[in-house]
């Protein structure tokens, strides 16, 4: 006993995250040498920096007194494209999703089905949506039309993907006990799993809302309509005022939206 | 105790007429506003270019293949890129992420009403305004380049770090603070042997996470001229080089897929 106390440490250490020691200084070496590297592509260009640092007060100023008057009319035109892009959006999308996601579930769907779903899924989810709507602006020309179309596309990689995860982990004795009744499938799905699926649903189509409407104040960059035209306006005429204005009625529908479906989803679940 | 009085319906209904002309009205109401909001969007639509549009993706799809391959070691520089952008700016959004995280959980914030309203101000404002929207003022700010990207990807990710990292700080087990704060450990030495550990792996799961997503977005910055492979699809788009285009969208791909896998593989070996 007195053997083992004296070659124990004196002082306790705390385990190290990785606990091998080869792989530990691996990860720590090339980190720094990556981080060497990086910091010396990155130029920066300090005087342009200094030049600019005005601009950031003015913009900053901007954000203090915000100018919501003199734009107004761009600016509520800009909203009204947001805003209905991503009511119009979220509920064909989720139409779209919905049979996609049954059919992207193992348990429910046949291979050559499920295979088909899983693909689209994955053709939607894999691209940034602004690269689908500098895609959708060439072929439906400038407007909401392209962007509704955009985020329609978007919601169904994210909706359909987590429907057919929520379908695949429902309790599979409800849906037994329907079958065993002599059920169908479309009344296995409609009194089975439905009933299931349905709460999480509703809380990810108002997410999805969300989202949606965030992403809507994006794409007007590459001329899909919506805020986001008008804002990318409003810096290229350097009015930072109007800008701050339409940053802060986006945060604040964000807020009011993501304090609203708090809301929903505690009743629904 | 049944009320004998009371008489029961012939069959079993699992809602009340009075339920059901609720939904029903509610399904009326989100029809209405469908239709109002489709009616306002599309009244600028220009119609005749909707009904070109199969034949415009024909011209398009025709235009990007074969793929001019001979551009991707062009590509090259604006890859590294990127992949700085990413990285250095979920670097920089961990570091300011942090602070805010233990200042807005309930168990760790200083004050409960004066402090943790302004960290949750900070995260919220962070994530609801996209990394090309802070580009975008960045650009406008301290100028075009791989900079102004890499503090936009760092803007946007630190509400996304601090709100997932704070809602861990309040699930630990609030057992082991005790324990060590018994031993008469002072406040940083509680963070440090009692919450830190307790929400390592949490962390460093968080972390990666937010870096692939960051890879994604750092991949069309340069749309707005934040620099990275959004750069060059910015100049292919404005000469129509489709079939250039091709080639960056591949890499993109590519990129994305192997972000998400290494993602994958280090959030699997860490939970």
């Known amino acids: ?269 | 105790m049944v009320d004998a009085s009371r008489t029961f319906p012939e069959s079993w209904r699992k809602r009340t007429t009075r339920t059901e002309l609720l939904i029903w009205a509610g399904w009326l109401a989100l029809v209405a506003l469908f239709v109002f909001c489709w009616q306002v969007m599309t009244q600028d639509t220009i119609w005749m270019f909707v009904a070109d549009a199969p034949s415009q993706a024909a011209d398009i799809g025709s235009r990007m293949v074969p793929p001019r391959w001979a551009y991707l070691p062009d590509l090259m520089a604006p890859l590294w890129d990127t992949i700085n952008i990413a990285t250095l700016g979920t670097l920089l959004a961990v570091i300011m992420a942090v602070p805010v995280a233990f200042l807005a959980a309930r168990n760790t914030t200083p004050s409960v009403r004066f402090v943790r309203p302004v960290a949750m101000l900070v995260i919220v404002a962070s994530r609801s305004i996209n990394a090309l929207i802070w580009a975008l003022l960045l650009v406008a700010i301290i100028g075009p380049g791989v900079p102004a990207g890499i503090v936009a990807i760092a803007l946007r990710s630190i509400g996304f770090v601090a709100k997932l990292l704070y809602e861990a700080i309040e699930e630990i087990d609030a057992q082991q603070v005790e324990a060590v704060t018994a031993t008469g450990a002072s406040t940083a030495q509680v963070i440090d042997y009692a919450i830190v550990p307790q929400i390592l792996p949490a962390f460093a799961g968080i972390c990666v996470f937010r870096w692939d997503i960051n890879i994604r977005e750092s991949a069309v910055l340069g749309l707005v001229g934040a620099g990275g492979l959004g750069l060059k699809l910015q100049d292919s788009l404005n000469i129509l080089a489709w079939p250039q285009v091709t080639v960056i969208f591949v890499l993109i791909l590519l990129t994305v897929l192997v972000s998400e896998w290494v993602s994958a593989r280090v959030r699997h070996a860490i939970i």
Do not use: H
């Open chain 1, 1 to 269: 006993m007195t053997a083992a106390a004296g070659t124990a440490r004196a002082v306790w250490r705390r385990p190290p995250l990785i606990r091998n020691p080869r792989l530990r200084w691996a990860i720590y070496g090339g980190s720094l040498v990556y981080l060497v590297l990086a910091f010396a592509s990155v130029d920066v260009n300090w005087t342009r920096v200094y030049e600019g640092l005005d601009r950031g007060l003015r913009f900053v100023e901007g954000f203090l007194v915000p100018d919501f008057v003199s734009r107004w009319g761009d600016i509520a035109q800009g909203m009204q494209e947001s805003l209905t892009m991503t009511v119009t959006a979220t509920v064909v999308g989720i139409m779209v999703s919905v049979p996609i996601g049954i059919g992207a579930a193992r348990n429910i769907a046949p291979l050559p089905i499920y295979l088909a779903c899983r693909g689209i899924i994955a053709l939607s989810r894999s691209f940034q949506e602004i690269i689908i709507a500098i895609l959708f602006v060439a072929m439906f020309g400038f407007g909401p039309f392209a962007g509704f179309l955009t985020l329609s596309f978007a919601t169904i990689g994210f909706l359909a993907k987590l429907l057919a995860e929520d379908i695949e982990d429902i309790d599979e004795a409800q849906a037994e006990a329907i079958r065993s009744t002599g059920a169908g499938w479309w009344q296995v799905v409609n009194y089975g799993i439905q009933p299931q699926v349905m709460p999480r649903l509703i809380g990810l189509s108002l997410y999805r809302l969300d989202i949606n409407f965030r992403e809507s104040s994006v794409i007007g960059i590459v001329g899909a309509g919506g805020i986001g035209a008008t804002l990318n306006t409003a810096m290229d005429r350097y009015e930072y005022d109007s800008a701050a204005a339409i940053l802060i009625l986006i945060i604040v529908i964000v807020m009011l939206a993501e304090y609203g479906s708090s809301i929903i989803r505690q009743r629904v679940q």
